[in-house]
C-alpha cells in the first residue's frame, strides 16, 4: 500500500524545491552580471584601443603637415636664394645637396607612412627634388660664364621644376589635411 505523506513533508520537499530554483536562479543572474561586466570591460578596450589609433594617425597626419608646410617654405626661400643670385649677384646660400634640407630629409627618412597616396607623391617628388638641387649647381656655374643664359635657365628650368615641387608638396598637404579630419 502506499505511504501517504503527511502535509509537512510535502512543505518541506517544496522548501528543499524553492531553495535550489532560488539558489539556481541568483547564479544564473550572477553569471550573466559578469559576463556582461566583461562584455562591457571588452568593448570599452576596443573603443579606448580605436581611440588611441586615431589619436596616433590625426598626430602622425599634422606632424607630416608641419614638414611638408616647412619644406614647402625653405624651398621657396632657396628658390629665393637662388633668384638672389641670378639677378642680383648674391652669394647663393642654398644647398646643392638635396639630402640636407627639411624635405630631402623627409623624404630619405619617411619610411613609417602608410598612406598609399603621400607614398607615391613622395617617390614623385624624390627625382624633382633631386633634380632640382642640381639646378642650383648648374645655375651657378652659367652665372660665372654666361650671365644672360643663366637667367633663362632659371625662369625656364629652376622655376618650372619649383612649380612642379609645389604642386606635388601641395597635394601632400592636402592628403594630411584630409587624413587629419578624417581620423
Not at 12 to 36: D, E, F, G, T
Not at 43 to 60: F, S
Not at 96 to 108: A, E, M, N, Q, R
Amino acid at each position: 500500500t502506499p505511504i501517504k505523506s503527511s502535509a509537512a513533508s510535502d512543505v518541506y520537499k517544496r522548501q528543499i524545491h524553492m531553495s535550489k530554483s532560488i539558489k539556481k536562479s541568483v547564479l544564473i543572474r550572477v553569471v550573466a552580471s559578469i559576463c556582461s561586466t566583461l562584455l562591457c570591460c571588452a568593448v570599452v578596450n576596443v573603443g579606448m584601443t580605436q581611440i588611441k589609433k586615431v589619436d596616433l594617425e590625426n598626430e602622425q597626419s599634422t606632424e607630416l603637415l608641419k614638414s611638408i608646410q616647412s619644406a614647402e617654405i625653405a624651398h621657396y626661400k632657396w628658390c629665393n636664394s637662388l633668384s638672389q643670385a641670378v639677378y642680383a649677384g648674391k652669394e647663393f646660400t642654398g644647398s646643392s645637396d638635396p639630402t640636407v634640407c627639411s624635405l630631402g630629409g623627409w623624404i630619405y627618412n619617411s619610411d613609417n607612412l602608410t598612406d598609399k597616396t603621400i607614398i607615391s607623391l613622395r617617390d614623385e617628388i624624390e627625382p624633382i627634388h633631386k633634380e632640382l638641387h642640381g639646378y642650383a649647381e648648374e645655375t651657378i656655374n652659367l652665372i660665372k660664364t654666361n650671365p644672360a643664359k643663366a637667367k633663362q635657365f632659371y625662369e625656364q628650368t629652376v622655376q618650372t621644376t619649383v612649380g612642379n615641387l609645389i604642386t606635388k608638396l601641395d597635394k601632400i598637404i592636402e592628403k594630411s589635411e584630409e587624413n587629419a579630419t578624417v581620423s
